[in-house]
T-cell receptor
Framework: RKEVEQDPGPFNVPEGATVAFNCTYS??????FFWYRQDCRKEPKLLMS???SGNEDGRFTAQLNRASQYISLLIRDSKLSDSATYLC???????????FGSGTRLSIRP | DAGVIQSPRHEVTEMGQEVTLRCKPI?????LFWYRQTMMRGLELLIYFNNNVPIDDSGMPEDRFSAKMPNASFSTLKIQPSEPRDSAVYFC???????????FGPGTRLLVL
């Protein structure tokens, strides 16, 4: 089993739709969690951290479920500019144990 | 403010040649990471430095790969000799603390023929 697993997609949704994807992790001792966004042929960039209480940043909401060992990302009112690959990142407790998922591709169509 | 700077942005070389990738982290950051990204394997951590000292190089594929960080503002990743399977995008990232948000450079696209 992979340490961090994501559905590779692609998720193809119309503009304005709500889309959500999950990421599961195997190490129950994992300490911190992030979502990064990577545009085509660009570097990954931090989208948001994921806190135990859940957090929201505009149209984006991230949730953590420690019992079931997954994190989620919800995007409301999707825009064409949201098209990208979303990488789930799990920190297992040290810098060398920061694990990136393979990413979920999202494509927003007009 | 300048972000993480990497050079070259693109490199095409022939099998057996030496390749040197360069990275300048964000000023003030004390942790530096080298990653490799391929379609098959995704983003893999190769090596991590903290305060210029290599802390974990368990991700370095083999002895052909070496990395140095002679000072806080410069790091190199060297492949000698290069092989076609080394073709990938190599990212450098830096952070203030070793577990905080990482800021990635634009990457070096390496093609080994």
């Amino acid at each position: 089993r992979k340490e961090v697993e994501q559905d590779p997609g692609p998720f193809n949704v119309p503009e304005g739709a709500t889309v959500a994807f999950n990421c599961t992790y195997s190490n129950s001792a994992s300490q911190s969690f992030f979502w990064y966004r990577q545009d085509c042929r660009k570097e990954p960039k931090l989208l948001m951290s994921v806190y135990s209480s859940g957090n929201e940043d505009g149209r984006f909401t991230a949730q953590l479920n420690r019992a079931s060992q997954y994190i989620s990302l919800l995007i409301r009112d999707s825009k064409l500019s949201d098209s990208a690959t979303y990488l789930c990142v799990v920190n297992e407790g040290s810098a060398s144990k920061i694990i990136f998922g393979s990413g979920t591709r999202l494509s927003i169509r007009p | 403010d300048a972000g993480v700077i990497q050079s070259p942005r693109h490199e095409v070389t022939e099998m057996g040649q030496e390749v040197t990738l360069r990275c300048k982290p964000i000023s003030g950051h004390n942790s530096l990471f080298w990653y490799r990204q391929t379609m098959m394997r995704g983003l893999e951590l190769l090596i991590y430095f903290n305060n210029n000292v290599p802390i974990d190089d368990s991700g370095m594929p083999e002895d052909r790969f070496s990395a140095k960080m002679p000072n806080a503002s410069f790091s190199t990743l060297k492949i000698q000799p290069s092989e076609p399977r080394d073709s990938a995008v190599y990212f450098c990232a830096s952070s203030w603390d070793n577990q905080e948000t990482q800021y990635f450079g634009p990457g070096t696209r390496l093609l080994v023929l």
